[in-house]
Protein backbone atom coordinates (compact mmCIF):
# COMPACT_ATOMS: atom_id res chain seq x y z
CA UNK A 1 0.00 0.00 0.00
CA UNK A 2 2.76 2.05 0.77
CA UNK A 3 4.58 2.21 -2.22
CA UNK A 4 1.70 3.05 -4.70
CA UNK A 5 1.47 6.15 -2.33
CA UNK A 6 5.04 6.48 -3.12
CA UNK A 7 5.33 6.85 -6.86
CA UNK A 8 1.90 8.93 -6.58
CA UNK A 9 3.47 11.60 -4.15
CA UNK A 10 6.37 11.34 -6.83
CA UNK A 11 4.17 12.23 -9.77
CA UNK A 12 2.82 14.75 -7.92
CA UNK A 13 6.00 16.53 -7.42
CA UNK A 14 7.59 15.83 -10.61
CA UNK A 15 4.30 17.77 -11.99
CA UNK A 16 5.03 20.53 -9.54
CA UNK A 17 8.04 20.73 -10.64
CA UNK A 18 7.33 20.78 -14.24
CA UNK A 19 4.28 23.80 -13.44
CA UNK A 20 6.87 26.73 -13.20
CA UNK A 21 8.68 25.75 -16.64
CA UNK A 22 5.53 25.36 -18.54
CA UNK A 23 3.94 28.32 -16.87
CA UNK A 24 7.56 30.21 -18.55
CA UNK A 25 6.61 29.07 -21.45
CA UNK A 26 3.39 30.83 -21.37
CA UNK A 27 4.68 34.04 -19.69
CA UNK A 28 8.05 34.47 -20.86
CA UNK A 29 10.01 37.66 -19.59
CA UNK A 30 10.85 40.05 -22.64
CA UNK A 31 13.97 40.77 -23.68
CA UNK A 32 13.31 44.58 -23.74
CA UNK A 33 10.37 46.56 -22.37
CA UNK A 34 10.05 49.99 -24.10
CA UNK A 35 7.99 52.64 -22.98
CA UNK A 36 6.69 54.24 -25.75
CA UNK A 37 4.80 57.78 -26.13
CA UNK A 38 4.21 56.85 -29.75
CA UNK A 39 1.40 55.03 -30.52
CA UNK A 40 0.40 51.88 -31.37
CA UNK A 41 -1.23 52.09 -34.36
CA UNK A 42 1.57 54.01 -35.55
CA UNK A 43 5.01 52.15 -34.37
CA UNK A 44 3.16 48.59 -33.95
CA UNK A 45 4.47 47.38 -36.69
CA UNK A 46 7.68 48.48 -36.65
CA UNK A 47 7.95 47.08 -33.08
CA UNK A 48 7.51 43.61 -34.98
CA UNK A 49 10.78 44.09 -37.17
CA UNK A 50 12.46 44.97 -34.32
CA UNK A 51 11.47 41.96 -31.67
CA UNK A 52 12.49 39.71 -35.44
CA UNK A 53 15.81 41.89 -35.67
CA UNK A 54 16.45 41.43 -31.97
CA UNK A 55 15.67 37.28 -31.51
CA UNK A 56 13.98 38.16 -27.92
CA UNK A 57 10.42 39.35 -26.63
CA UNK A 58 9.88 42.81 -26.69
CA UNK A 59 7.38 44.51 -24.32
CA UNK A 60 5.78 47.93 -25.04
CA UNK A 61 4.07 49.77 -22.95
CA UNK A 62 2.45 52.77 -24.83
CA UNK A 63 0.76 55.76 -23.15
CA UNK A 64 1.48 60.12 -23.04
CA UNK A 65 5.08 60.85 -23.47
CA UNK A 66 5.29 63.39 -20.85
CA UNK A 67 2.96 61.14 -18.67
CA UNK A 68 5.76 58.07 -19.28
CA UNK A 69 8.45 60.41 -18.62
CA UNK A 70 7.11 61.17 -14.98
CA UNK A 71 6.49 57.49 -14.65
CA UNK A 72 10.40 57.36 -15.52
CA UNK A 73 11.51 59.00 -12.86
CA UNK A 74 9.18 57.93 -9.94
CA UNK A 75 10.68 54.50 -11.19
CA UNK A 76 14.04 55.52 -10.87
CA UNK A 77 16.63 52.32 -11.31
CA UNK A 78 13.84 50.55 -10.32
CA UNK A 79 12.01 51.18 -13.52
CA UNK A 80 11.16 47.65 -15.38
CA UNK A 81 11.87 49.69 -19.13
CA UNK A 82 14.62 49.80 -20.78
CA UNK A 83 13.97 52.13 -24.08
CA UNK A 84 12.22 55.05 -23.94
CA UNK A 85 10.57 55.56 -27.20
CA UNK A 86 9.01 59.79 -26.97
CA UNK A 87 6.89 61.36 -29.56
CA UNK A 88 8.93 64.71 -28.96
CA UNK A 89 11.98 65.88 -27.77
CA UNK A 90 10.80 67.69 -24.26
CA UNK A 91 10.42 64.22 -22.70
CA UNK A 92 13.68 63.08 -23.71
CA UNK A 93 15.09 66.56 -21.95
CA UNK A 94 13.77 65.88 -19.09
CA UNK A 95 15.33 62.63 -18.87
CA UNK A 96 18.30 64.03 -19.28
CA UNK A 97 18.07 67.08 -17.28
CA UNK A 98 17.62 64.11 -13.86
CA UNK A 99 20.08 62.27 -15.06
CA UNK A 100 18.15 59.11 -16.48
CA UNK A 101 19.32 58.33 -19.67
CA UNK A 102 22.56 56.34 -20.49
CA UNK A 103 25.07 57.88 -22.88
CA UNK A 104 25.10 56.69 -26.52
CA UNK A 105 28.22 55.77 -28.47
CA UNK A 106 29.69 58.77 -30.34
CA UNK A 107 28.98 56.88 -34.09
CA UNK A 108 25.27 56.30 -32.75
CA UNK A 109 25.17 60.28 -32.05
CA UNK A 110 27.00 60.92 -35.55
CA UNK A 111 24.63 59.20 -37.60
CA UNK A 112 21.91 62.16 -36.48
CA UNK A 113 22.99 66.01 -37.08
CA UNK A 114 23.55 67.90 -32.89
CA UNK A 115 20.16 70.04 -33.97
CA UNK A 116 18.22 66.61 -34.28
CA UNK A 117 19.37 64.77 -30.97
CA UNK A 118 20.34 65.87 -27.11
CA UNK A 119 23.34 67.89 -26.40
CA UNK A 120 24.17 65.69 -23.58
CA UNK A 121 25.33 62.81 -25.82
CA UNK A 122 22.18 60.52 -24.19
CA UNK A 123 19.26 60.82 -26.71
CA UNK A 124 18.87 60.90 -30.51
CA UNK A 125 16.10 62.13 -32.79
CA UNK A 126 14.40 59.11 -35.27
CA UNK A 127 12.21 61.24 -37.24
CA UNK A 128 11.28 65.21 -37.90
CA UNK A 129 8.64 66.92 -38.32
CA UNK A 130 7.99 70.88 -38.98
CA UNK A 131 5.49 73.38 -38.32
CA UNK A 132 3.94 74.90 -40.91
CA UNK A 133 0.88 77.01 -41.45
CA UNK A 134 -2.17 75.24 -43.51
CA UNK A 135 -3.97 78.14 -45.78
CA UNK A 136 -7.01 77.62 -48.15
CA UNK A 137 -6.14 79.81 -51.09
CA UNK A 138 -9.72 80.41 -51.80
CA UNK A 139 -9.58 82.37 -48.64
CA UNK A 140 -6.16 83.91 -48.74
CA UNK A 141 -3.60 84.69 -51.42
CA UNK A 142 -0.77 82.91 -49.00
CA UNK A 143 -0.54 82.73 -45.51
CA UNK A 144 1.59 84.79 -43.71
CA UNK A 145 5.21 84.43 -43.09
CA UNK A 146 5.39 84.13 -39.46
CA UNK A 147 3.46 83.53 -36.66
CA UNK A 148 3.58 86.47 -35.13
CA UNK A 149 1.17 87.91 -37.82
CA UNK A 150 -1.65 85.87 -36.71
CA UNK A 151 -2.27 88.46 -33.82
CA UNK A 152 -3.12 91.11 -35.74
CA UNK A 153 -6.85 92.22 -36.49
CA UNK A 154 -7.45 91.45 -39.80
CA UNK A 155 -6.91 87.65 -39.01
CA UNK A 156 -9.67 87.58 -36.42
CA UNK A 157 -12.24 84.71 -36.17
CA UNK A 158 -10.02 82.76 -39.35
CA UNK A 159 -6.92 81.06 -37.88
CA UNK A 160 -7.38 77.39 -36.70
CA UNK A 161 -5.51 75.65 -33.90
CA UNK A 162 -5.24 72.68 -31.56
CA UNK A 163 -4.46 74.00 -28.00
CA UNK A 164 -4.45 70.15 -26.18
CA UNK A 165 -2.27 68.78 -28.69
CA UNK A 166 1.14 68.22 -27.62
CA UNK A 167 2.82 69.50 -30.81
CA UNK A 168 1.67 72.87 -30.58
CA UNK A 169 1.99 72.76 -26.83
CA UNK A 170 5.74 71.49 -27.65
CA UNK A 171 5.73 74.77 -30.38
CA UNK A 172 4.65 77.35 -27.36
CA UNK A 173 7.31 75.79 -25.18
CA UNK A 174 9.95 76.38 -28.65
CA UNK A 175 8.62 80.31 -28.22
CA UNK A 176 8.99 80.58 -24.53
CA UNK A 177 13.13 79.27 -24.68
CA UNK A 178 13.26 81.44 -27.67
CA UNK A 179 11.92 84.74 -27.13
CA UNK A 180 10.77 84.48 -23.28
CA UNK A 181 7.66 83.81 -21.06
CA UNK A 182 6.38 87.74 -21.44
CA UNK A 183 6.39 87.95 -24.51
CA UNK A 184 5.04 83.90 -25.70
CA UNK A 185 2.19 84.86 -23.08
CA UNK A 186 1.01 88.33 -24.54
CA UNK A 187 1.23 86.33 -28.20
CA UNK A 188 -0.80 83.29 -26.94
CA UNK A 189 -3.53 86.47 -25.78
CA UNK A 190 -3.77 87.61 -29.17
CA UNK A 191 -4.15 84.13 -30.79
CA UNK A 192 -6.96 82.71 -28.26
CA UNK A 193 -8.77 86.30 -29.78
CA UNK A 194 -8.46 85.87 -33.14
CA UNK A 195 -8.30 82.01 -33.13
CA UNK A 196 -11.07 79.28 -33.18
CA UNK A 197 -9.96 75.97 -31.26
CA UNK A 198 -10.17 72.11 -32.22
CA UNK A 199 -9.57 68.86 -30.48
CA UNK A 200 -6.94 68.23 -32.95
CA UNK A 201 -4.01 69.01 -36.24
CA UNK A 202 -6.91 66.25 -38.40
CA UNK A 203 -9.69 69.14 -37.38
CA UNK A 204 -7.70 72.07 -37.90
CA UNK A 205 -6.70 70.44 -41.41
CA UNK A 206 -10.38 69.55 -41.96
CA UNK A 207 -11.44 73.50 -41.33
CA UNK A 208 -8.73 75.30 -43.50
CA UNK A 209 -9.53 72.45 -46.61
CA UNK A 210 -13.26 73.09 -46.08
CA UNK A 211 -13.10 76.77 -45.56
CA UNK A 212 -14.30 77.29 -42.32
CA UNK A 213 -11.36 79.13 -41.48
CA UNK A 214 -8.29 80.62 -43.73
CA UNK A 215 -4.99 79.64 -41.66
CA UNK A 216 -4.19 76.60 -39.39
CA UNK A 217 -1.22 75.60 -37.34
CA UNK A 218 -0.08 72.17 -37.46
CA UNK A 219 2.57 69.97 -38.27
CA UNK A 220 3.92 68.95 -42.09
CA UNK A 221 2.98 65.25 -42.21
CA UNK A 222 -0.66 65.41 -41.78
CA UNK A 223 -1.26 67.60 -45.33
CA UNK A 224 1.29 64.87 -47.06
CA UNK A 225 -1.07 62.18 -45.72
CA UNK A 226 -4.02 63.87 -46.49
CA UNK A 227 -2.69 64.40 -50.08
CA UNK A 228 -1.43 60.94 -50.33
CA UNK A 229 -5.13 59.35 -49.60
CA UNK A 230 -6.97 61.55 -51.60
CA UNK A 231 -5.25 62.78 -54.18
CA UNK A 232 -3.61 66.75 -53.94
CA UNK A 233 -6.31 67.48 -56.48
CA UNK A 234 -9.12 66.71 -54.06
CA UNK A 235 -7.30 69.15 -50.97
CA UNK A 236 -7.99 72.70 -51.44
CA UNK A 237 -5.48 73.39 -48.82
CA UNK A 238 -1.73 74.48 -49.06
CA UNK A 239 1.16 74.31 -46.58
CA UNK A 240 3.45 77.10 -46.51
CA UNK A 241 6.97 77.03 -44.20
CA UNK A 242 7.31 79.87 -42.75
CA UNK A 243 11.72 81.44 -43.35
CA UNK A 244 13.66 83.40 -41.41
CA UNK A 245 14.22 81.15 -37.93
CA UNK A 246 10.34 82.64 -37.26
CA UNK A 247 9.24 80.21 -33.82
CA UNK A 248 6.51 79.02 -35.86
CA UNK A 249 9.20 76.41 -38.17
CA UNK A 250 10.09 74.78 -35.28
CA UNK A 251 11.50 71.15 -36.43
CA UNK A 252 10.41 68.72 -33.35
CA UNK A 253 11.77 64.99 -33.57
CA UNK A 254 11.05 61.49 -32.06
CA UNK A 255 13.82 60.67 -30.29
CA UNK A 256 14.83 57.56 -28.23
CA UNK A 257 17.11 56.94 -25.41
CA UNK A 258 18.48 54.01 -23.23
CA UNK A 259 17.04 53.86 -19.42
CA UNK A 260 19.38 53.96 -16.24
CA UNK A 261 18.71 51.06 -13.97
CA UNK A 262 18.17 48.04 -16.38
CA UNK A 263 20.33 44.72 -16.67
CA UNK A 264 23.21 44.57 -18.42
CA UNK A 265 21.27 42.12 -21.16
CA UNK A 266 18.73 44.64 -21.64
CA UNK A 267 20.87 47.60 -22.16
CA UNK A 268 22.50 45.12 -24.82
CA UNK A 269 18.76 44.69 -26.80
CA UNK A 270 18.15 48.85 -25.67
CA UNK A 271 21.33 49.80 -27.70
CA UNK A 272 20.34 47.66 -31.10
CA UNK A 273 16.95 48.96 -30.82
CA UNK A 274 18.36 52.30 -30.95
CA UNK A 275 20.65 50.78 -34.06
CA UNK A 276 17.77 49.51 -36.05
CA UNK A 277 15.64 52.74 -35.53
CA UNK A 278 18.67 54.87 -37.12
CA UNK A 279 18.94 51.95 -40.04
CA UNK A 280 17.18 52.27 -43.07
CA UNK A 281 14.84 50.09 -42.84
CA UNK A 282 13.26 51.87 -39.94
CA UNK A 283 14.31 55.16 -41.19
CA UNK A 284 11.96 54.56 -44.67
CA UNK A 285 8.70 52.82 -42.38
CA UNK A 286 8.82 56.84 -40.84
CA UNK A 287 9.28 58.48 -44.30
CA UNK A 288 6.93 56.00 -46.10
CA UNK A 289 4.25 55.51 -42.95
CA UNK A 290 4.32 58.75 -41.62
CA UNK A 291 5.74 61.36 -44.23
CA UNK A 292 8.31 62.46 -41.03
CA UNK A 293 11.36 63.14 -42.21
CA UNK A 294 14.38 60.45 -41.83
CA UNK A 295 16.85 61.74 -39.78
CA UNK A 296 19.92 59.19 -40.01
CA UNK A 297 22.58 60.16 -42.00
CA UNK A 298 22.65 59.09 -45.63
CA UNK A 299 18.84 58.36 -45.44
CA UNK A 300 16.78 61.21 -47.60
CA UNK A 301 12.95 61.73 -47.54
CA UNK A 302 11.19 60.41 -51.09
CA UNK A 303 7.91 62.19 -50.27
CA UNK A 304 6.62 64.06 -53.22
CA UNK A 305 6.44 68.16 -52.53
CA UNK A 306 8.26 67.76 -49.26
CA UNK A 307 11.51 70.26 -49.07
CA UNK A 308 15.00 68.89 -48.03
CA UNK A 309 15.10 69.30 -44.08
CA UNK A 310 18.39 71.12 -44.70
CA UNK A 311 16.75 73.70 -46.45
CA UNK A 312 13.95 74.59 -43.79
CA UNK A 313 14.30 77.90 -42.31
CA UNK A 314 14.14 76.43 -38.90
CA UNK A 315 15.10 78.46 -35.10
CA UNK A 316 17.97 77.22 -34.02
CA UNK A 317 17.37 75.66 -30.56
CA UNK A 318 18.64 73.04 -27.73
CA UNK A 319 15.63 70.60 -28.41
CA UNK A 320 16.34 69.24 -25.25
CA UNK A 321 15.20 72.58 -23.50
CA UNK A 322 11.47 71.98 -24.93
CA UNK A 323 11.39 69.78 -21.71
CA UNK A 324 9.52 72.79 -19.28
CA UNK A 325 6.19 71.58 -20.57
CA UNK A 326 4.19 72.32 -16.95
CA UNK A 327 5.08 75.77 -17.18
CA UNK A 328 3.47 75.62 -21.02
CA UNK A 329 0.45 74.61 -19.57
CA UNK A 330 0.51 76.43 -16.54
CA UNK A 331 0.69 79.89 -19.22
CA UNK A 332 -2.05 77.89 -21.38
CA UNK A 333 -4.03 77.48 -18.62
CA UNK A 334 -3.20 81.27 -17.25
CA UNK A 335 -4.34 82.89 -20.90
CA UNK A 336 -7.67 80.50 -21.15
CA UNK A 337 -6.62 77.92 -23.72
CA UNK A 338 -6.85 74.43 -22.00
Not at 225 to 249: C, N, R, S, T, Y
Request: charged content about 25%.
Amino acid sequence: MRRPLARSLTALVAAALLLPAVAACDTEPAGLVIYSGRNEGLVGPLIEKLEDKLGTNVDVRYGDSAELAAQILEEGDKTEAGLFLSQDAGALGALSKESRLVALPQAVLDKVAPAHRGSGGDWVGVSGRVRVLAYNPDKVAKAPDTVHDLVKPEWKGKIAYAPTNASFQAFVTGMRVLEGDDATRTWLKGLKANAKAYESNLDVLKSVDEGETSVGLLNHYYWFEKVAEEGEDKVKAKIHFLPGGDPGALVNVAGVGKLKGSSKSESAYAQKAVDFLLSAEAQKYFNDETKEYPLAAGVKSTVEGLPPLESLQAPKIDLGKLDSLKQTLAMLQDVGMV
